[in-house]
């Protein structure tokens, strides 16, 4: 979620953490499901030549077919129903004429509504065959969302969940950035608490069983700094950095986390 746009932070701490029922995580898994399906599908479509407008309609087409609504499309104004994020593109960057080359790499972000609860879910993926630097910035913001589930447990805190992803990330010489974090998910796309991708462990709010959240790394090779551009919603690294992008919504229990968006 973009920080600025968010209501402001002493009143975001006064509004509580919204526990979810068995019954409500059931729904939250349909909208997970859905969300994971549609970009497996997108991410099979990722092709040189392809013009981001056409996933786009894709989503669209998907998302009827799958009986859900989208999450983004008129969220804030914001006018489609996917994020299509290309090389320096962090987040937001909205699916139009630009074609696809070899060697870019393309982040893909949506979100579903499903009976009334949301499912939120982000990929990168390679277009053709990508430079090693590339391929290493995706392996490392994988494995920095796979370190913040592992410490998703019920239990711990929201701390150990943004020191394990910044950790992950720092020490493999790229960076975490810092405007945009997770967030809780349910009725809402954005629900309390954020989740920064960076922290101290042992700080925030307790874990509990219940608790939805969207972990979402944004990993740049270069400098953490961000910058968004004209059309207002394109997030870009400051630095021309290549940039990625990963993202799951999970339910904690008493236990390990459990992926919503997972097929
Ligand atoms: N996953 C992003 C988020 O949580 C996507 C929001 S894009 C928007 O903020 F268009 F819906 F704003
Ligand atoms: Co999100």
Not at 116 to 145: N, S, W, Y
Not at 186 to 196: A, S
Request: with cysteine.
């Amino acid at each position: 979620m973009d920080v600025s746009k968010s209501v402001p932070l002493s009143v975001a701490a006064e509004r509580a953490i919204v526990i979810k029922s068995p019954e409500e995580l059931a729904v939250m898994r349909r909208a997970g499901q859905i969300v994971a399906a549609i970009l497996a599908r997108l991410v099979k479509e990722v092709r040189p030549g392809l013009v981001t407008a056409e996933l786009e309609t894709i989503t669209q087409e998907e998302l009827k077919r799958q009986g859900a609504l989208s999450s983004f499309k008129g969220y804030r104004g914001y006018p489609a129903s996917l994020c299509v994020s290309i090389n320096d593109e962090i987040v937001h960057g909205i699916p139009g004429p630009r074609v696809l080359k070899e060697g870019d790499i393309v982040a893909l972000d949506m979100g579903t509504i499903v009976d009334g609860f949301q499912g939120d879910g982000a990929t990168t993926v390679g277009v053709g065959k990508i430079g090693p630097r590339a391929r290493r910035l995706i392996e490392v913001t994988q494995g920095a969302l796979d370190a913040g589930i592992a410490a998703a447990r019920g239990g711990a805190w929201l701390g150990d969940i943004s020191a394990a992803i910044q950790e992950y990330v720092e020490s493999r010489g790229f960076s975490i950035v810092r405007e945009y974090v997770g967030h809780g998910i349910g009725r809402q796309m954005h629900e309390e608490p954020q989740v920064p991708n960076f922290g101290e462990r042992g700080t925030g709010p307790r874990l509990r069983k219940g608790m939805a959240l969207a972990l979402e790394p944004m990993v740049n090779a270069g400098g953490w700094r961000t910058r968004v551009k004209e059309d207002r919603w394109t997030v870009v690294t400051a630095d021309g950095s290549l940039s990625a992008h990963f993202e799951h919504t999970i339910a904690i229990t008493d236990g390990e986390a459990e992926i919503l968006t997972r097929l």
